[in-house]
């Protein structure tokens, strides 16, 4: 059965720092990996979408990196801002379960001003 | 806009009663899901559904009923038999219930007990 860990759970950095955000699956066989971005009381919010055969996706500040044999993904935020105070969370596309996820607790992260 | 639409915001049910939340989205998607989070955990699947009249059980469906009478609606009942109903709920859809679709999320919600 696949697991989805994010460790730590919470991060607290000074703006301006770079994030470095993790993500373990303990099953390779994925189809793709997402992270999402979620505010107090909100939905999620899809932030990349890095499929199987892919290593990374960037989008602005954001860079995701995908090592699919070790079962890891990390989220890099550069020069972090206060807006970017949320809880971020990874999922995974197991490669057998149609569109279903497979999600990790989440880390939670407060840039300090 | 398109978007994916849940109401209410906050619902609070009385033992022995049934709930439902609604989901509405139109994003013209074929594929629509109900997952489960409590706090400070992430998202557990309650049910989906990958077509109009078709909806499959998650990991959590136990005390949860579903149905999907058209393409833009999935409402999800909260039974009387799910003992442990506090938590928040997400409705998400995406374009098919197969292939590399993202799934795009709705704002929650908030189900207590009274």
């Given at each position: 059965k696949q697991e989805v860990t994010q460790i730590p759970a919470a991060l607290s950095v000074p703006e301006g720092e770079n994030l470095v955000l993790n993500c373990s699956f303990?099953?390779?066989?994925?189809?793709n990996l997402q992270w999402f971005r979620q505010d107090p009381g909100k939905g999620l919010t899809s932030l990349l979408l890095i499929q199987s055969s892919q290593r990374e996706q960037t989008s602005g500040r954001l860079n995701a990196s995908l090592d699919k044999s070790s079962g890891r993904s990390t989220l890099y935020i550069a020069a972090s801002q206060p807006g970017d105070s949320a809880t971020y969370l990874c999922a995974v596309r197991p490669?057998?379960?149609?569109?279903k996820l497979t999600f990790g607790g989440g880390t939670r992260v407060l840039v300090k001003p | 806009d398109g978007g994916i639409t849940q109401s209410p915001k906050y619902l609070f049910r009385k033992e022995g009663q049934n709930v439902t939340l609604s989901c509405e989205q139109n994003l013209n998607h074929d594929a629509m899901y109900w997952y489960r989070q409590d706090p400070g955990q992430g998202l557990r699947l309650i049910y989906y559904s990958q077509i109009v009249n078709d909806f499959q059980k998650g990991d959590i469906a136990e005390g949860y009923s579903v149905s999907r009478e058209k393409k833009e609606s999935f409402p999800l009942t909260v039974t009387s038999a799910q003992k442990n109903p506090t938590a928040f709920y997400l409705c998400a859809s995406s374009i098919g219930g197969y292939g590399n679709q993202p799934q795009h999320f709705g704002d929650g919600t908030r189900l207590s007990i009274l």
């Open positions: 303990t099953d390779s066989a994925i189809y490669e057998a379960a149609g569109n | -």
